[in-house]
């Protein structure tokens, strides 16, 4: 079985819509990150939590949300979608580790397709 | 912002030959790491060096780090058509205390021809 899985895995719905991707993971670890990929433009940070009750802002978190509602479970909230936010969306784990360990674990990812 | 800046963006070798990308970046780090991404797939870390190391190798992976021209180099010998993928550093850096978070590159797209 898949450490961190994502829920779904394409999705396609239309402008105005909510949207709720979801990653769950088995590996135990604290810290949880969403990016999205755009061609060109690398991996972006979305939001990231380092615990169930620690909750960060990352670079592009305007017109997202997210809640961690177990160590296990980080859910990523498009709140009235919009077709710049077609992207490939990922999920990472990583433990917290003392330096200079930070290893990220990604999920299989979700293709949004925002019409 | 990305930190990290990978060279060439695209290569294309032959199966056999050895390929070589590049990473540079801005500040001071506690490590850099590589990943490799198959199309449309999640990422899988290949490969971490510390800021205390200068070369690294794992299988046919070679990694060299050169802190003072913050810089490092990914080196994949005798390469095959499943090494076809966008390769990513990332790195760690030293100033986040415990608000810890990779910073980065935007990729290197190997394909390697059968």
């Known amino acids: 079985d898949a450490d961190v899985t994502q829920t779904p895995r394409n999705r396609i719905t239309k402008t105005g819509k909510r949207i709720m991707l979801e990653c769950s993971q088995t590996k135990g670890h604290d810290r949880m990150y969403w990016y999205r990929q755009d061609p060109g433009l690398g991996l972006r940070l979305i939001y990231y939590?380092?615990?169930?009750?620690?909750?960060n802002k990352g670079e592009i978190s305007d017109g997202y949300s997210v809640s961690r509602q177990a160590q296990a479970k980080f859910s990523l909230s498009l709140e009235s979608a919009i077709p710049n936010q077609t992207a490939l969306y990922f999920c990472?784990?990583?433990?917290?580790?003392?330096?200079?360990?930070?290893?990220?674990?990604f999920g299989p990812g979700t293709r949004l397709t925002v019409l | 912002s990305q930190q990290g800046e990978e060279d060439p963006q695209a290569l294309s070798i032959q199966e056999g030959e050895n390929a070589t990308m590049n990473c540079s970046y801005k500040?001071?780090?506690?490590?850099l790491q590589w990943y490799r991404q198959n199309s449309g797939r999640g990422l899988v870390h290949l490969i971490l060096i510390r800021s205390n190391e200068r070369e690294k190798h794992s299988g046919r992976l070679r990694v060299t780090l050169d802190t003072s021209k913050k810089s490092s180099s990914l080196l994949i010998t005798a390469s095959r058509a499943a090494d076809t993928a966008s390769y990513f550093c990332a790195t760690d850096p030293r100033h986040a205390g415990n608000n810890r978070k990779l910073i980065w590159g935007l990729g290197t797209s190997l394909a390697v021809n059968p």
């Open positions: 990472a784990t990583s433990d917290l580790a003392p330096a200079p360990y930070n290893e990220q674990f």
């Open positions: 500040t001071s780090i506690n490590n």
């Open positions: 939590s380092f615990d169930v009750k620690d909750i």
